[in-house]
């Protein structure tokens, strides 16, 4: 029974994946002959910043046709960006977010879900504009108090370019010289666990902070067993050497689950809703990853090596937040051969601190299906097929 609830939880993820996957926002653009304060007016006449209810979804969106009756009560909103492609040249963006309340035959997913528009909504909103700019352009052009927009808005947008040159200017300086600086310093990484950075060079010295693993630091001095290094807020502290490890390429985790054949393309912090106990009714950070290149279907090991990188990561990223937003990490590989991996936070804290062995962290992991994960099972998996 167990093991049956497991498998829904998963597949569940899954379908949460894939819903996800196949509502990426797509947006439908136009430029016209017009300043931006007239096609924003004009905008406002069609009612085209209030929402609106939909007769039937059929027609408006990618769905397929037999999910269709599951369907009920379709409403639209668009969402507009005008950007100035001149000062009497305006773009205009437009998405369609379509909503309708889903009844699950099942009973067990029903609720309001967002649908991808098929770009007919976007299409004819654009149409429209177009017919009233043309018909009214006379009364839009002739409005001062739209002209004086006009000149209010070219004035903001070269004092906007302006400053975003200057801070480009100051990020480009910063960067050159941290790479001098970088190619000087001696750096270190906390080799494991939790260690403390101390005041002084000596055992029972208060503590400035607690370090964790993967942690960065600059050496600053090097005075027996012990080294000073530098800290953000432009002080100093004391490690012993010997709970550091010099800095090295391969301590990048992103890097290190690059090499393993994935790389992300989306995540989202949402209530976990399986039943898997370590996970249940907790803010969880969903990541979906797929192959690079060509690769269709990673190995075992491949696969394995990329989530616990992942898990990891993200970990580090967690314990370094000022507000930590989600309690487990949950991998969707969007390959052929699929899979799901899914880590508590405290699991994983316990196995980057080493407190526990890495066969006893993935035994607290939730592996499905477990044969693409690791290689025996995928060795019994196929002798039993």
Same mark, same amino acid.
């Given at each position: 029974?167990?093991a049956m609830r497991s498998a ?14 196949? +509502? ?74 379509? *909503? ?113 693993? +993967? ?35 391969g301590d990048d985790s992103s ?17 976990? *809703? ?19 290149? *060509? ?29 930590? *937003? ?6 969707i590989f969007l390959d052929a ?12 804290? +316990? ?35």
């Open positions: 029974m167990k829904g939880m998963l597949a569940a993820v899954l379908l949460l994946g894939l819903l996800l996957n196949a +509502q990426t926002p797509k947006g439908v653009q136009r430029e016209f002959a017009f300043p931006i304060t007239a096609v924003e007016a004009a905008l406002k006449q069609l009612d085209a910043y209030t929402g609106a209810r939909l007769p039937t979804l059929d027609g408006f969106i990618t769905t397929e046709r037999a999910q269709l009756p599951h369907y009920q009560r379709p409403y639209y909103e668009y969402k507009i960006n005008l950007t100035m492609a001149g000062a009497t040249r305006t773009e205009v963006q437009v998405r369609a977010e379509v *909503s309708a309340w889903f009844e699950d035959p099942q009973g067990q997913q029903s609720g309001y879900q967002t649908l991808e528009s098929n770009g007919r909504l976007e299409s004819d909103l654009l149409d429209r504009l177009g017919e009233y700019l043309t018909t009214n352009q006379s009364k839009l052009l002739a409005d001062p108090s739209a002209l004086v927009k006009q000149i209010a808005a070219v004035r903001q947008q070269e004092s906007d370019a302006q400053q975003q040159i200057a801070e480009l200017e100051q990020q480009l300086q910063q960067a050159q010289t941290g790479s001098e600086h970088a190619d000087r310093a001696e750096l270190v990484t906390v080799a494991r666990g939790r260690i403390a950075v101390l005041k002084s060079p000596e055992e029972h010295s208060p503590v400035v902070l607690h370090a964790q693993a +993967q942690d960065e630091f600059e050496v600053l001095e090097h005075r027996g067993a012990w080294l000073r290094v530098n800290l953000q807020d432009a002080s100093s502290g004391w490690v012993r050497s010997s709970d550091v490890r010099p800095a090295a390429a890097s290190s689950a690059d090499s393993a054949g994935f790389m992300v393309i989306r995540k989202n912090v949402m209530p976990f *809703s399986g039943d898997w106990p370590r996970l249940k009714g907790k803010p969880t950070l969903y990541v979906w990853a797929r192959p690079l290149g *060509s690769s269709l279907n990673a190995s075992p090991a491949g696969r394995l090596h990329f989530a616990q990188a992942l898990f990891r990561q993200r970990y580090l990223e967690a314990v370094h937040s000022p507000q930590r *937003s989600f309690e487990g990490v949950v991998v051969g699929g899979g799901v991996a899914a880590a508590n936070l405290e699991d994983i804290g +316990q196995w980057v601190d080493e407190t526990i062995k890495e066969p006893v962290f993935q035994a607290r992991c939730s592996f499905d299906p477990r044969s693409e994960f690791f290689a025996a099972a995928r060795a019994e998996a196929q002798r039993k097929r």
